[in-house]
């Protein structure tokens, strides 16, 4: 069994800093994958960036990037130059060769001006 | 990234009605997955689009209540049966592909069963 823990409900940034979600993560597969989604207020998921188990660089996309250490089982996202436009839930999730996603409960941001 | 295109966006229900989701890719996707978010929490897995077959469902989730149709590669349905308003969620269809690890969502749809 999977399991996502994300521990900040909610948190505020000021615009052009940088924020640090975190996320830590339970499972007994030797493979996977980590994800991250932003849901809006629309409700769509959209997906932000991903690390594999095996993948020794921290994974970046943009001004997203994932701070991936294996050895505590921790997979914290970080937004740089935080925008208005970031305000949103963001969740972490993983999965392992199945392809089915296991969530944490979700982080909300707020980017205040 | 494959365009996945999900109808409604949103519709509001009676109770005792069914309704049934469409999610739609412009490629083939070997994985097609139907999730669900209650007010105020996170996704949970309800089923996997099994291609040609029938779907694979998680703990909690039956195909009474959740038929789905997986026709082709592209294209997959999610009704929901005998709506009752703790059925009132988010449902959202995602896709992967062997060979890329991203899982990509479609835009969700909002149902509220009154």
């Known amino acids: 069994a999977q399991k996502i823990t994300q521990t900040q409900p909610g948190m505020f940034v000021q615009e052009k800093e940088a924020v640090t979600l975190d996320c830590t993560y339970d499972?007994?597969?030797?493979?996977?994958?980590l994800f991250w989604y932003k849901q809006p207020s629309s409700g769509e998921m959209i997906f932000l960036i991903y690390?594999?188990?095996?993948?020794?660089q921290n994974a970046t996309e943009g001004r997203y990037s994932l701070n991936f250490q294996k050895a505590r089982k921790s997979a914290n996202l970080v937004i740089s130059a935080s925008q208005l436009g970031d305000s949103a839930m963001y969740f972490c999730?993983?999965?392992?060769?199945?392809?089915?996603?296991?969530f944490g409960a979700g982080t909300t941001v707020t980017v205040r001006a | 990234s494959a365009v996945i295109s999900q109808k409604p966006s949103r519709d509001i229900c009676q109770r005792g009605t069914s309704l049934t989701i469409q999610c739609q890719v412009d490629?083939?996707?070997?994985?097609m997955f139907w999730y669900r978010q209650q007010p105020g929490q996170s996704l949970t897995l309800i089923a996997t689009?099994?291609?040609?077959?029938?779907?694979?469902?998680e703990s909690g989730f039956v195909i009474d209540k959740f038929p789905i149709s997986r026709p082709n590669l592209t294209f997959s349905t999610l009704t929901v049966s005998n709506m009752s308003p703790e059925d009132s969620s988010i449902y959202l269809c995602?896709?992967?592909?062997?060979?890329?690890?991203?899982?990509?969502f479609g835009s969700g749809t909002q149902l509220s069963v009154l």
């Open positions: 995602s896709v992967g592909d062997r060979g890329s690890e991203k899982l990509f």
């Open positions: 499972t007994s597969d030797p493979s996977y994958g």
């Open positions: 690390q594999g188990s095996y993948d020794q």
């Open positions: 999730a993983m999965s392992a060769n199945d392809y089915k996603l296991s």
């Open positions: 490629s083939q996707v070997t994985m």
């Open positions: 689009a099994n291609q040609g077959s029938e779907a694979t469902y």
